[in-house]
């Protein structure tokens, strides 16, 4: 059986081109990418070892193996950071969780007030499930019509896989899929992501579970929505961990006039509503 660790290693591997690395081109192989015995060589590990790893039958590397894997595979600093978090949830920390449960969803106060502070700003509070917790008023004006923000307690990753609207909202649907998947590795707790994640793949199907699993580090480029009412925004996303709450705060900025002036018309007034 598998592990996140081992997943992500592999997927990472066969992503990778030898020669991107400078590495000599041995002709035909099995499987794309980058070979076992060469990541073991630039890790300085057996193969045998890392074969392991990949295969989930060691769990618990330890910190000098996994920073020498994400040497080998040339990991930037979030794919480090992403490699790091799986190894520790892989390990012996791991084994003896809680049951599934489902996670707070409570905004502190200092926080609403922090919206309040953001209005007529585009600005929402989520966590990494995709609950969305609190918004602005001009973002709730902004996404109306969009089913976003019918249900009684809005998920964006919900959203984007069981939701048909979504494929027409989002102009590259692909990307935001596997900013949502990927983001489940990083619920407010191991709990959390396995109670939503045995709740949504039933319903949202393979595909969800494909993205899930293939463990590439998101861009989190310009964010590009073709709205119901007609135009094209483009909307820059700055982030705010709040950390001793496991989420985020989110401010969405028109990337160009044209946005600037079609955000303009859609907002109106509202007052903040926080989901508890």
């Known amino acids: 059986m598998g592990t996140p660790l081992g997943d992500f290693v592999r997927a990472k591997r066969d992503s990778i081109q030898p020669e991107a690395l400078g590495l000599p081109d041995r002709g035909r192989r099995r499987s794309p990418g980058l070979r076992r015995i060469d990541l073991a060589g630039r890790a300085g590990i057996s193969v045998e070892y890392l074969t392991r790893i990949e295969q989930g039958r060691d769990r618990n590397p330890s910190v000098a193996i996994v920073n020498a894997l994400a040497d080998g595979l040339s990991l930037d600093p979030a794919e480090r950071?992403?490699?790091?978090?799986?190894?520790?949830?892989?390990?012996?920390?791991?084994?003896?969780?809680?049951?599934?449960?489902?996670?707070?969803?409570?905004?502190r106060p200092s926080v609403l007030e922090t919206l309040r502070l953001l209005e007529p700003g585009l600005a929402?509070?989520?966590?990494?499930?995709?609950?969305?917790?609190?918004?602005?008023?001009?973002?709730?004006?902004?996404?109306?019509?969009?089913?976003?923000?019918?249900?009684?307690?809005?998920?964006?990753?919900?959203?984007?896989?069981?939701d048909p609207r979504a494929r027409a909202l989002f102009t590259d649907w692909d990307t935001v899929a596997d900013e949502q998947a990927f983001d489940l590795w990083l619920g407010?707790?191991?709990?959390?992501?396995?109670?939503?994640?045995?709740?949504?793949?039933?319903?949202?199907?393979?595909?969800?579970?494909?993205?899930?699993?293939?463990?590439?580090?998101p861009a989190r480029g310009v964010l590009r929505l073709r709205?119901?009412?007609?135009?094209?925004?483009?909307?820059?996303?700055?982030?705010l961990d709040i950390t001793e709450d496991a989420q985020q705060l989110v401010?969405?900025?028109?990337?160009?006039?044209?946005?600037?002036?079609?955000?303009?018309?859609?907002?109106?007034?509202?007052?903040?509503?926080?989901?508890?």
């Open 227 to 239: 709205h119901p009412s007609g135009p094209e925004l483009r909307l820059r996303r700055q982030s």
């Open 124 to 162: 929402l509070v989520h966590n990494r499930l995709g609950d969305i917790l609190a918004r602005t008023g001009a973002y709730e004006a902004v996404m109306r019509g969009t089913g976003l923000l019918e249900p009684p307690h809005p998920n964006l990753t919900r959203y984007v896989f069981t």
């Open 81 to 107: 950071a992403h490699l790091r978090y799986l190894a520790k949830i892989t390990g012996g920390e791991c084994v003896a969780h809680q049951q599934p449960v489902p996670p707070p969803r409570e905004v």
């Open 251 to 276: 401010v969405l900025l028109p990337a160009d006039d044209e946005t600037g002036a079609a955000v303009e018309r859609l907002r109106r007034p509202q007052p903040l509503r926080a989901i508890s």
């Open 188 to 217: 407010p707790s191991i709990e959390n992501s396995e109670w939503f994640t045995a709740e949504l793949a039933p319903v949202a199907g393979p595909d969800f579970t494909r993205r899930m699993h293939q463990h590439m580090v």
